[in-house]
């Protein structure tokens, strides 16, 4: 079973930083773009950095500077570095990937989430 697997986030005070991992696991043949997107309570998911397979990385505005999006093909793993975190970065990220199985075509797959909370 093709999933995405996140760990990492929690409680910090502003100006602290938090690193986010997600891999993708199970009967894996590719792994197209990656990404992370976050969803604070009463808003809607919102796009936080994306990455292709080539290392082509878009981040959102309110993150560009102190955010950092990284991968590893090998381990089929994406990973968000959080610095300088506002307490409006308080929200449940989730890890997304398009993944295709073997036998399968590429779709869509989002991770449960993780919180992150900055305190004021």
């Known amino acids: 079973q093709v999933q995405l697997v996140e760990s990492g986030g929690g409680l910090v005070q502003a100006g602290g930083s938090l690193r986010l991992s997600c891999a993708a696991t199970?009967?894996?043949?590719?792994?197209?773009?990656m990404g992370w997107y976050r969803q604070a309570p009463g808003k809607q998911r919102e796009l936080v950095a994306t990455?292709?397979?080539?290392?082509?990385?878009n981040y959102a505005d309110s993150v560009k500077g102190r955010f950092t999006i990284s991968r590893d093909n090998a381990k089929n793993a994406v990973y968000l570095q959080m610095n300088s975190l506002k307490p409006e970065d308080t929200a449940v990220y989730y890890c997304?990937?398009?993944?295709?199985?073997?036998?399968?075509?590429?779709?869509?797959?989002w991770g449960r989430g993780t919180q992150v909370t900055v305190s004021s």
């Open positions: 997304n990937a398009d993944l295709k199985g073997y036998g399968f075509a590429y779709r869509g797959y």
């Open positions: 199970g009967s894996l043949f590719s792994v197209g773009a």
């Open positions: 990455i292709t397979s080539g290392g082509n990385i």
